[in-house]
């Protein structure tokens, strides 16, 4: 697969600037009554205020046979759905892991994941793709040929029964962005949007009403200190002092795609996991929010402290929002 589509990233910029999205962004900003800089989270309301959206975002199940992971994800959902809540995300890395696996294995995790989520999920529920949800890439551990019907990302399409791996959907208030950050790069990864993907986006902000606010969910964060703090100590650069980002763990777009959101001042929130960290960041009124792993550390316990869990985010219709993220106490099994 080619890394990069006909439109070249290195334009987006331009494109942005053509298109006259900064134009939009002050109107918009005055229509939901949110300026610029306020905070996106506000005091919990009282279950059923009017207007408000309870969304569960239930990121890297990494659901398996082992470890008592399909037992941990109907507890998940079983625990998220005693909050109430009108829709379910699931934020991409659900089952652990066809990337890698065998032809046998992802066959057996794809039903494992359908089978629980059909017994234990009674909500509306959309997905994304995580990395660990596209099947082969890697050739050399995978077996594969890359001619399977099933081969890629068409296999996260069959897991989630969607026709491709981004969409967008309305509820209530809000508009939802569901995208695809995963990208091939050998026999691995990275993390941007492709070109396709890119210009459906900046269209789709561009037709979106001033008064709409929008929740942006991505696997892989799209700005976030987690890429940062995430696991062992990063390699130093050259010269000692540069801190370096693995470009599997945050968009390599992030500034490009941020632009976009500031810009079209409808994207008040962007959701994303992948790391198993938490962390809240807000700048030019865009909200960063990744929550923790269903999984924790892979069904082993914590990941840096942060026990298994999910999140549980209150939408208002003008925009703003308050997060948590909700422990469900799981305990890992051998």
């Known amino acids: 697969m080619p890394e990069h589509a006909p439109f070249p990233r290195s334009d987006r910029r331009t494109f942005l600037a053509a298109a006259g999205l900064g134009a939009l962004a002050a109107g918009a900003r005055a229509a939901t009554g949110v300026p610029p ?16 959206i309870r969304l569960a975002h239930l990121t890297d199940i990494h659901v398996q046979p082992e470890r008592g992971a399909e037992a941990g994800m109907a507890a998940a959902f079983a625990h998220a759905q005693s909050w109430k809540p009108d829709l379910v995300v699931t934020g ?3 089952v652990m892991d066809v990337f890698e696996a065998k032809r046998g294995r992802a066959d057996e995790l794809r039903r494992l994941f359908r ?6 999920c009674s909500v509306p529920v959309h997905h994304v793709t995580g990395n660990h ?5 890697n050739r050399g551990k995978s077996g594969t040929s890359g001619t399977e019907a099933d081969w890629g990302k068409r296999f996260a399409c069959d897991l989630f029964g969607v026709p491709r791996t981004w969409h967008t959907f309305d509820h209530g208030a809000w508009r939802f962005v569901c995208l695809d950050s995963v990208q091939p790069k ?3 990864y990275t993390a941007f949007l492709d070109d396709e993907q890119f210009d459906w986006l900046v269209k789709l902000l561009a037709a979106t009403p001033a008064d709409r606010p929008v929740c942006v969910v991505s696997h892989v964060p799209v700005m976030s200190l987690t890429a940062i703090t995430y696991g062992a100590p990063r390699p130093r650069a050259q010269n000692g002092t540069d801190t370096v980002i693995n470009l599997a763990e945050m968009h390599t777009d992030a500034t490009v795609l941020h632009e976009l959101f500031k810009s079209s001042g409808k994207v008040r929130l962007c959701l994303s996991g992948h790391t198993h960290l938490v962390d809240h960041c807000r700048i030019d009124g865009v909200a960063y929010v990744c929550d923790g792993a269903v999984s924790g550390a ?8 942060l026990a298994p869990g999910y999140g549980r985010i209150e939408l208002r219709p003008d925009g703003s929002f308050v997060h948590e993220y909700a422990t469900y106490g799981w305990a890992a099994r051998d």
């Open 115 to 120: 089978d629980t989520l059909r017994r234990e």
């Open 186 to 188: 050998a026999d691995g």
């Open 37 to 52: 800089d306020a905070s996106g989270a506000s005091p919990p309301s009282a279950t059923g205020a009017t207007g408000v």
């Open 133 to 137: 949800d596209i099947f082969g890439w």
């Open 298 to 305: 892979w069904w082993r316990g914590s990941v840096q402290g």
């Open 92 to 94: 991409g890395d659900s």
